[in-house]
């Protein structure tokens, strides 16, 4: 599997990281520090489609673009 870049620093870092998908433990409480302090939000609701493209990324493959029922119009 391809390696992913930190959401933090944007470091390279492999799947099987031990703070994947951070590169550092630093890097997972400085982005923990962002939600805690609401800095980062949710916009909204997950939905199918929200869940097929995590699960596409961490699997390395393109995401489908037509999930049933998501409520999404294109």
Not at 30 to 40: A, H, M, N, T
Not at 41 to 53: C, G, K, L
């Amino acid at each position: 599997m391809a390696d992913l870049t930190c959401p933090t620093c944007d470091a390279r870092v492999p799947t099987d990281a031990a703070a994947f998908p951070f590169c550092s433990r630093r890097c997972r409480l400085l982005d923990l520090e962002k939600w805690v302090s609401g800095q980062y939000v949710v916009s909204r609701p997950m939905d199918a489609r929200d869940v097929e493209e995590l699960e596409a990324t961490l699997e390395g493959r393109a995401p489908s673009r037509e999930v049933e029922g998501d409520g999404h119009d294109e």
